[in-house]
Nanobody, 116 residues
Framework: QVQLVESGGGLVQPGGSLRLSCVAS????????MRWYRQAPGKERELVAT????????NYGDSVKGRFTISRDNSKNMMYLQMNNLKPEDTAVYYCNANSAPYDYWGQGTQVSVSS
């Protein structure tokens, strides 16, 4: 069955870094564009970053530009989010998403907390 499993979340101090990972199974990973979303308590889910199927095109939300980097390794069915210079407002549950219309798959999320 289709699975997306995120890992790498945790508690970090402001200015710190984390690297999130998402491992995919049950579908042809290289045929899907991939995205990271996040949702903070009481807020709507926010698109953080996207990466094209081969990985040549990336896009970022304005709030993370210059601090976060999305990447993927199609040989390993993996996607990553390198997060640097983390801020308290980055605190959220981060979700991995795979999309190839009409198919849309989600992971269960990993918590990132930024606090001193």
């Amino acid at each position: 069955q289709v699975q997306l499993v995120e890992s790498g979340g945790g508690l970090v101090q402001p200015g710190g870094s984390l690297r999130l990972s998402c491992v995919a199974s049950g579908f042809t990973f290289s045929r899907y564009s991939m995205r990271w979303y996040r949702q903070a308590p009481g807020k709507e889910r926010e698109l953080v970053a996207t990466i094209s199927r081969i990985g040549g095109i990336t896009n970022y939300g304005d709030s993370v530009k210059g601090r976060f980097t999305i990447s993927r390794d199609n040989s390993k069915n993996m996607m990553y989010l390198q997060m640097n210079n983390l801020k308290p407002e980055d605190t959220a549950v981060y979700y991995c998403n795979a999309n190839s219309a009409p198919y849309d798959y989600w992971g269960q999320g990993t918590q990132v907390s930024v606090s001193s």
